[in-house]
């Protein structure tokens, strides 16, 4: 009898199944924790944890439908009647497998990665066959500033929103500003030749790099960026006000402060010529 019984738990499927899952995450586990323990940089191990996890989770997916497709094409058969309810209930899941797919095939980014969906922008933490998981980062602020909030992007949203992968971008960015004042008689000529000296000075700690950094991110991605050097644009607005606009191919962590010092240099040149006006009437 027990030899019976031990053959029957061995052809059983459920037993396979169990034994399956079994080795898999155990190997799963001792993979990740050999990259855990590795040399390789941060981002590095959570790309490669990332990719073991997506590998086991296949080979489960995997597996089990090998083991069970017996009995999961009788299951099939039995509920064809509501084969329309269930391909409308799994619309979704289905969407986000095909979006993984098509994403893990473009190759558009990576654990790691900063990358905008639409109107989310955030750092890639995660990405399996139906989510990707971004931490967010405020579009609008400057620097490295992570907003605390983790956004569940749905691989379905990669057919439906465009993806710009903005990773090039972490470090130096084209900060663009502008200051309005009016005019008061004052050439704003003068003030875009001073303007423009002023950020030499303020930019010539990182214009070397800024150079190669500005070259690798044209030839990388066919853009054409204003950088290295500081542009100044003198225009009007609807009131008549003189608007001077800077754009400056910087370090993202420095563009905050590259406007302050802009700003108020512009403020005190206005300010000499504003007196120098008002003593000569």
């Known amino acids: 009898m027990k030899p019976e019984f031990l053959v029957h738990i061995l052809d059983s499927k459920l037993f396979i199944a169990v034994c399956l899952i079994s080795v898999v995450m155990l190997l799963r586990g001792l993979l990740t924790l050999v990259i855990a323990r590795s040399s390789w940089q941060k ?3 959570r790309r490669r944890i990332n990719t073991v996890h997506n590998i086991g989770n296949l080979l489960l997916v995997v597996g089990l439908m090998v083991i069970w497709v017996s009995e999961l094409r009788d299951f099939a058969l ?3 009647a509501f084969s329309v309810a269930i391909v409308l209930a799994l619309r ?3 969407q986000c497998l095909v979006g993984g797919l098509y ?3 473009m190759r558009s980014f990576t654990v790691g990665d900063w990358i905008k969906v639409g109107n989310q922008f955030g750092e890639v933490t995660d990405s399996d066959w139906l989510s990707t998981t971004l931490l967010e980062i405020d579009p609008h602020g400057l620097g490295n500033g992570y907003t ?4 569940y992007i749905p691989n379905n949203a990669f057919f439906t929103q465009p993806v710009k992968n903005l990773n090039f971008m972490r470090r130096y960015i084209e900060h663009t500003f502008s200051i309005t004042r009016e005019s008061k008689g004052m050439n704003p000529f003068e003030a875009k030749k001073f303007i423009s000296e002023r950020l030499k000075e303020h930019c010539e700690s990182f214009r ?3 150079e190669r950094y500005c070259n690798l991110i044209e030839n990388r991605m066919g853009v054409e960026l204003s950088g290295p050097d500081a542009k100044v644009c003198i225009t009007t607005n609807e009131l008549g006000h003189d608007v001077t606009t800077v754009t400056v191919f910087c370090p993202r962590e420095e563009a905050t402060n590259i406007e302050q010092l802009v700003t108020e240099d512009f403020y005190y040149f206005w300010l000499e010529k504003t007196r120098a006006l008002e003593a000569k009437t």
């Open 43 to 45: 981002a590095e191990k």
């Open 78 to 80: 039995s509920i064809a």
């Open 92 to 94: 979704e899941g289905v």
């Open 103 to 105: 994403q893990a095939n």
């Open 148 to 151: 605390g909030t983790t956004l």
């Open 208 to 210: 070397e790099v800024a």
